[in-house]
């Protein structure tokens, strides 16, 4: 058995533990504090540039409801993968004039996966891979 110090407070804890057992309560704290206002700060970041119309479609309950209810349906696994699926994606983008209309219609709707769904929207790749993927 190794032992080491507590990280915070000194006291022997035995290997791998970086706390003791009163230390490790308050740091989990202090980053459950620290997770909640970055999520904060970085949604607000992100709903700042988001447009008002979709931002309150996305909040209200009728799709809240229509999402949960979707997931359930789909089991909540990837339509593409089969993986767990973490999002309700429309089909035909809301933005546009029929996808508004269609927001709310369930043959509209596709289960994926957070990976899916990035590579849907073309989030996270660089500018290379996209003039590559555009050529093929």
Known sequence: ????????????????????????????????????EYKKKSNKKYDSNRDPKYKKFYNSNEWRRLSASYMSKCSYLCER??????????????K?????????????LEALCDKCHNEEHKRFTTHKSRMHQNRI
């Open 1 to 36: 058995m190794i032992i080491k110090m507590c990280a915070k407070c000194k006291k022997t804890v035995v290997y791998p533990a970086r706390y003791c057992d009163e230390c490790k309560k308050i740091v989990d704290e202090h980053r459950k504090e620290r997770l909640a």
């Open 96 to 108: 546009s004039d029929e996808g508004w209309n269609k927001r709310f219609d369930i043959d509209n």
């Open 81 to 94: 993968c089969n993986r767990i699926a973490t999002q309700v994606h429309h089909k035909i983008y809301i």
